[in-house]
């Protein structure tokens, strides 16, 4: 399609560039953007405080290559009635329209960087009950914000009836983190507008199609899925019939048992706990990270591993010696990782050249000591969000998309057997309830959350996220009040958000999806003196029990139960011996116990 210049701007819908909206009966709901996107289906879209025509909000919405970042709503309508249609926009082309039976408008303008208004008209058919009204911008040309859309016109009767039950759903397409499902049409008086997903009971995920593709699942298990149909009106049919799947065996982490231990060992340094050798890590840990692999620069992607040197660690083992003590443990069914980052280690992939170097230094570290996987321990400066990188699914910063680019790239490289962990701070991940990136005004932290997308994008190859509750402020749960560290309290709250996915910076159009539970484990210091935000054993087996099992719950209480929670990482080994061994023994005894 080729769009013509300023010249046919008024031809093409574009009304006035300055007035106040005119009274009209509209029939859309949240027309103004003020409750956000509700009411709204919408793609690349967020409501802004600035610029707005009327109100407190309007829409921004971004398209991204083949995506015009559309935002429709479904209208019941009378048969055989005109209707007038309108909305106030700014941007470069901008797109207003209606589709229903026989209905088929749409007008389209540039209005540039001020309020220009839309208008087009329609009249339904004689069978017309609904239209689609939608709006939405067009292909490399940025931006565009809308406000104040009218449909005017008598509105239809209020649609009552559900649609009809879906039937029995087929369950295959089986890989090890996947299964297809299809089912039936339903049939509605006016119309189907989506189908509701639900696997093993737990909350549903909408599609417009009559097949859905689960992702992000365990591999050798088996999952159960119904469906249920829905009108635009919100009415709803019954579940259909259950039908179950199982996903193919492999995969990361074969071979670690249910509930995980995940220690850090500082192998390549010494502090105040002292320096442990491979072959001295007691048998309670599960996944051993080696700490640090660091780069030559920030902006280098060179990452470097060197075991402490002998100034340092006097007791450090010979290479020979620590080679052949990771074998050991591999052996006994232990996964020998490196870790990347750390509090020192900042990473930041600004080129393609540093991510492919990146992906050469870090497979030379695994290589030379036979490791099974990496874990990013991306802290500081290493991540941030560009102004106007605000889809989750589609980020465009470069230090983001390269890093994803390069995991991808090591996880085809060693295949299903490849281990990856990552091991965030609660500003990375959960903070994104509030905050992500610079914000639409560009006034947050660009950091603000920025490990969402890398941590979404990997989902089906993560093999277990464990989030560091610790040396953090105040975070809000998904009960909208801020949690302090130090208590159980505290893991549910973050851990609930990870397992029952969250809106970002509250827009319910761009969520974090959930993880799976068999993915989260509950990163915690071992000591006093690892770090800020120490929790008691007690406390850290009440959270347990109130995410595994719906007992011993605080003041906060979780979406859902999470029967299959991973296990728990601590910050780190050597940490753990300096405290008499108190974090790996106590919790190992309690892990094994739950089964």
């Not at 707005?52 to 991204?64: D, E, F, M, Y």
């Not at 080696?290 to 007791?315: H, M, W």
């Not at 990473?347 to 036979?370: E, H, M, N, P």
């Not at 071992?526 to 935000?533: D, E, K, V, Y």
Request: glycine share 14%; charged share 15%; aromatic share 8%.
């Amino acid at each position: 399609m080729k769009l013509r210049g300023p010249a046919v701007l008024l031809a093409s819908g574009l009304i006035a560039l300055h007035a106040t909206p005119a009274s009209a009966a509209n029939l859309l709901a949240n027309p103004g953007f003020e409750s956000g996107l509700s009411g709204w289906s919408c793609s690349g879209a967020q409501a802004v405080s600035s610029p707005v025509h009327g109100g407190t909000r309007a829409l921004q919405a971004t398209p991204q290559g083949s995506d015009y970042a559309r935002c429709q709503q479904v209208v019941t309508v009378k048969p055989s009635t005109t209707y007038q249609l309108s909305a106030w926009a700014q941007g470069n082309y901008v797109f207003l329209g209606a589709t229903g039976a026989g209905v088929e408008v749409s007008t389209w303008a540039a209005p540039g960087g001020q309020w220009g208004q839309l208008k087009t008209s329609f009249t339904t058919g004689a069978a017309t009950t609904s239209v689609t009204v939608h709006v939405n911008g067009w292909y490399g040309q940025g931006a565009y914000y809308a406000d104040d859309i009218v449909l005017d016109g008598p509105g239809g009767a209020p649609d009552t009836q559900a649609p009809t039950v879906p039937g029995a759903p087929s369950v295959g397409g089986a890989t090890g983190t996947s299964l297809n499902v299809s089912w039936p049409a339903s049939t509605d008086d006016v119309g189907v507008a989506r189908y509701e997903v639900s696997r093993d009971g737990g909350t549903p995920v909408s599609v417009t199609g009559t097949s859905y593709t689960a992702t992000g699942l365990a591999s050798a298990t088996t999952y159960r899925f119904k469906v249920r149909a829905c009108d635009a009106a919100g009415n709803c049919s019954a579940y259909g019939p259950e039908a179950s799947g199982t996903t193919t065996g492999g995969g990361g982490g074969g071979g670690l048992p249910k509930r995980v231990m995940v220690g850090y060992l500082h192998a390549s340094f010494a502090n105040g706990s002292g320096y442990i050798r491979m072959s001295e890590v007691p048998g309670e840990w599960d996944v051993i990270n080696l700490a640090f692999g660091e780069p030559t620069s920030v902006t280098s992607g060179d990452i470097r591993f060197r075991q402490c040197p002998a100034a340092e660690c006097p007791n450090v083992e010979p290479e020979a010696d620590f080679i052949a003590a990771i074998r050991a443990k591999q052996a006994q069914g232990k996964k020998v990782l490196i870790s990347i980052g750390g509090q020192n280690g900042q990473v930041q992939l600004t080129t393609t050249a540093a991510r492919d170097t990146f992906v050469r230094s870090v497979a030379a570290i695994i290589d030379r000591y036979g490791l099974d996987g990496l874990d990013i321990d991306f802290e500081g400066h290493s991540l941030y969000l560009d102004q106007g990188d605000t889809n989750l699914a589609n980020p465009t910063t470069p230090v983001i998309v390269n890093l994803i680019s390069a995991l991808k790239t090591l996880k085809a490289r060693y295949g299903s057997r490849f281990v990856l962990t990552m091991a965030p701070e609660t500003f990375f991940v959960q903070l994104g309830y509030q905050f992500y990136g610079p914000g639409p005004n560009g006034t947050a932290d660009r950091r603000s959350a920025s490990y969402l997308p890398v941590i979404h994008a990997m989902r089906d190859d993560l093999t277990l996220l464990h989030v560091q509750d610790y040396n953090s402020g105040p975070i809000m749960g998904l009960d909208d009040q801020y949690h302090t560290m130090g208590g159980h309290d505290f893991h549910v709250a973050m851990t609930d958000m990870l397992l029952t996915g969250f809106p970002i910076m509250g827009n319910r159009g761009n969520m974090f999806p959930p993880l799976r539970q068999d993915q989260v484990a509950i990163g915690l210091p071992a000591s006093q003196n690892a770090g800020n935000g120490f929790t008691t054993v007690p406390e850290v087996r009440k959270a347990f029990d109130c995410l595994a099992k719906g007992a011993n719950c605080g003041s906060y209480k979780p979406r859902g139960l999470y029967p299959n929670l991973r296990g728990l990482m601590a910050w780190s080994i050597n940490w753990d011996r300096h405290n008499g061994f108190e974090f790996s023994r106590n919790h190992r005894g309690y892990l094994n116990g739950l089964g």
